[in-house]
Every structure is written in structure tokens, then in C-alpha cells.
């Protein structure tokens, strides 16, 4: 179902720029009727950079498939990124990435 | 749960405009529940910090005149005010709310992202700064439906 999130991340002066692409269906009322499916979606998604949250999303099913993120935060390069997101489902995943 | 972090929920829920920054960590999903299921953009956005009077301005948002496929939609958000939290809606969709960032301190406001459009309507981003809301609208024509529709 639901596997990793692809983490891309690069600084520039001072400021780190993240991409993120999450992997999951992210079925909406619509859609998982359609699929005749379970609802689906991310609901709540932070990035964190050496345990101090950098990024905070709290997301609903108007996302697309495989959500992708953009965002920047005042880092530096080396530092460890983790993206971590529960569904409504309750379904998690915890994710790193290292800024370039 | 100590006494203090109680008390600092508890006026947090009560009062929406005073939203606990210090507290990090804030699912609005659980928070302000009844927002996300609101069909209509200035009752979700009423119902998330209070009240839905905005101004319009000091805010960007970047999205497509035209959407070929509604399934995929760029959304870019970018603001210089020194913001609490950022939200989308858009009134294409059954419901309004799309998504609620919330700021760090000295974080930066530039968030992307894409979401579905079932039909084509105006998309709402709302940046809250100081107690106060800025806001800023753009019509997006959807060509084909990516709500499943």
C-alpha cells in the first residue's frame, strides 16, 4: 500500500529548499467509491530536523496521487530531514533525507 | 498531561484566534474538525480561526489559468509576513478546506504542492499573520476532472 517518501533537499544560502514525494494512493469519497475502496489519505505530515519541527501540513483528500511537497526552512547542509505522516486509516511512515 | 499543558490546550480550543504556537505539532484534522467538512470557503475559513473577514493582499499564490488535468493541479503559496499558519480551499470540490500548514517560528512561508480539482473554481490561500488573515483568490479552469469525476 503505502511505501516510502522520496526526500530531495538542498541549501542555499542558509536556506534548505525539501521536495518530497510521498507514496500513497490518497483516495478521495469519490475516487475509493469508484475503486470500491477503503477512503484513504494523509492527514497529517511534519518534516523534522534534529527533533525540532520544520515543516507542518495537516492535508485533506484533495491531494493528488502520491502527494508532492515543497518547502524551504532556514538550515544547513548535512542536516537530517525526516518526514513523518499518519492516514486516516492510521497507517504511518517515517522517511530521512540528508540536505545537499 | 500536567496541569500547565492543559490549561494551554484549553485556551487554545477556546479561543481560535489565539492559536498555541508554542505547543508544536497541531493536527487541525483533530483540532477544528468541523472546518474540513464545510462545503463553503468563508464558513471553513470562519471556521477554522473564528472569522472569515481577510484582506486581500501580501500574499502569493501561484496556480495554472488552466488545468488540463484536474488530477494534477501546482499550487504555490509564497508570503513575506512573518505567518502563524497557512491554509487552501478551494470551492470545487465537496469540501472547502484543501490543507493547513502550520509555520514554525522563523520558518518560510513558500509551500507547494498539487491537489485535485474535480471542476474548475476558485482556489483560496489564507495566510494568518498577527491575528489578522490575508488572503488571495485565483480561478482555475479544469479541463478534465481529477476528483474521480
Same mark, same amino acid.
Given at each position: 500500500?503505502?511505501? /516510502?517518501?522520496?526526500?530531495?533537499?538542498?541549501?542555499?544560502? %542558509?536556506?534548505?529548499?525539501?521536495?518530497?514525494?510521498?507514496?500513497?494512493?490518497?483516495?478521495?469519497?469519490? @475516487?475509493?467509491?469508484?475503486? /470500491?475502496?477503503?477512503?484513504?489519505?494523509?492527514?497529517?505530515?511534519?518534516?523534522?530536523?534534529? $527533533?525540532?519541527?520544520?515543516?507542518?501540513?495537516?492535508?485533506?483528500? !484533495? !491531494?493528488?496521487?502520491?502527494?508532492?511537497?515543497?518547502?524551504?526552512?532556514?538550515? /544547513?547542509?548535512?542536516?537530517?530531514?525526516?518526514? /513523518?505522516?499518519?492516514?486516516?486509516?492510521?497507517?504511518?511512515?517515517?522517511?530521512?533525507?540528508?540536505?545537499? | 498531561?500536567?496541569?500547565?499543558?492543559?490549561? @494551554?490546550?484549553?485556551?487554545?480550543?477556546?479561543?481560535?484566534?489565539?492559536?498555541?504556537?508554542?505547543?508544536?505539532?497541531?493536527? !487541525?484534522?483533530?483540532?477544528? @474538525?468541523?472546518?474540513?467538512? @464545510?462545503?463553503?470557503v468563508?464558513?471553513?475559513i470562519?471556521?477554522?480561526y %473564528?472569522?472569515s473577514s481577510t484582506t486581500q493582499g501580501k500574499v502569493k499564490l501561484k496556480a495554472?489559468?488552466?488545468?488540463?488535468? $484536474?488530477?494534477?493541479?501546482?499550487i504555490t503559496i509564497s508570503s513575506d509576513l512573518s505567518a502563524t499558519t497557512v491554509s487552501l480551499y478551494q470551492?470545487?470540490?465537496?469540501?472547502?478546506?484543501v490543507a493547513v500548514w502550520?509555520v514554525?517560528?522563523?520558518g518560510v512561508v513558500d509551500y507547494s504542492l498539487?491537489?485535485?480539482?474535480?471542476?474548475?473554481?476558485t482556489v483560496t490561500a489564507v495566510v494568518e499573520s498577527d491575528g489578522k488573515l490575508y488572503t488571495d483568490k485565483k480561478?482555475?479552469?479544469?479541463?478534465?476532472?481529477?476528483?474521480? $469525476?
Amino acid at each position: 500500500m503505502a511505501g /516510502k517518501t522520496r526526500i530531495k533537499a538542498k541549501e542555499k544560502d %542558509g536556506v534548505v529548499t525539501v521536495m518530497a514525494l510521498a507514496k500513497h494512493p490518497m483516495h478521495s469519497s469519490i @475516487e475509493a467509491k469508484k475503486l /470500491k475502496v477503503k477512503q484513504n489519505f494523509i492527514t497529517h505530515l511534519t518534516a523534522q530536523v534534529d $527533533g525540532k519541527i520544520v515543516y507542518e501540513i495537516s492535508s485533506s483528500q !484533495f !491531494f493528488s496521487k502520491d502527494p508532492f511537497l515543497k518547502f524551504k526552512y532556514k538550515g /544547513k547542509k548535512g542536516d537530517k530531514i525526516t518526514i /513523518k505522516w499518519v492516514d486516516i486509516l492510521g497507517g504511518t511512515n517515517s522517511s530521512d533525507g540528508i540536505a545537499k | 498531561m500536567n496541569r500547565r499543558n492543559f490549561i @494551554e490546550i484549553g485556551l487554545g480550543v477556546a479561543a481560535a484566534t489565539v492559536l498555541p504556537v508554542s505547543l508544536s505539532a497541531v493536527d !487541525f484534522r483533530k483540532t477544528k @474538525e468541523k472546518a474540513w467538512l @464545510e462545503k463553503d470557503v468563508s464558513k471553513a475559513i470562519e471556521g477554522l480561526y %473564528g472569522s472569515s473577514s481577510t484582506t486581500q493582499g501580501k500574499v502569493k499564490l501561484k496556480a495554472p489559468d488552466i488545468a488540463e488535468n $484536474g488530477a494534477i493541479v501546482p499550487i504555490t503559496i509564497s508570503s513575506d509576513l512573518s505567518a502563524t499558519t497557512v491554509s487552501l480551499y478551494q470551492d470545487s470540490n465537496p469540501e472547502a478546506a484543501v490543507a493547513v500548514w502550520t509555520v514554525p517560528a522563523g520558518g518560510v512561508v513558500d509551500y507547494s504542492l498539487r491537489i485535485k480539482m474535480q471542476k474548475t473554481g476558485t482556489v483560496t490561500a489564507v495566510v494568518e499573520s498577527d491575528g489578522k488573515l490575508y488572503t488571495d483568490k485565483k480561478l482555475v479552469k479544469v479541463t478534465k476532472g481529477g476528483c474521480g $469525476g
